[in-house]
């Protein structure tokens, strides 16, 4: 029989969710992306789990089906790998340069 240290019974629900996004985007080579995952396990304090990160290797072609984060069905709308790199880059190029000052002319 094995011991567990402070084993207490759990209850609530349990459900994965992506807690971090890595872009990798380097020089010479095809972007990627990495979902950093965690089970998260509610019902009194919320407990966290880390799991094995998902790679995505970057194909500007392919499709990806746009899911409503609210309600977690279909919005019957698609998304390319391309797209989605050119709103983060757009994102970054927005973060990088300084909105204009109040008065200034646009």
């Not at 998902?54 to 977690?72: N, S, V, W, Y």
């Not at 757009?90 to 646009?106: K, L, N």
């Amino acid at each position: 029989m094995s011991f567990y240290l402070h084993q207490q019974p759990v209850e609530g629900d349990s459900y994965v969710r992506c807690h971090q996004v890595v872009i990798d985007n380097r020089m010479g080579a095809a972007p990627s992306v990495t979902f950093h995952r965690e089970r998260v396990l509610t019902g009194g304090a919320a407990m966290r789990q880390p799991l094995s990160p998902t790679p995505m290797p970057f194909d500007p072609t392919a499709e990806i089906p746009l899911i409503d984060p609210e309600t977690g069905q279909p919005t019957g709308e698609t998304i390319t790998h391309a797209d989605i790199y050119a709103a983060v880059y757009s994102a970054f190029i927005a973060a990088e340069t300084p909105a204009p000052a109040e008065g200034d002319a646009v």
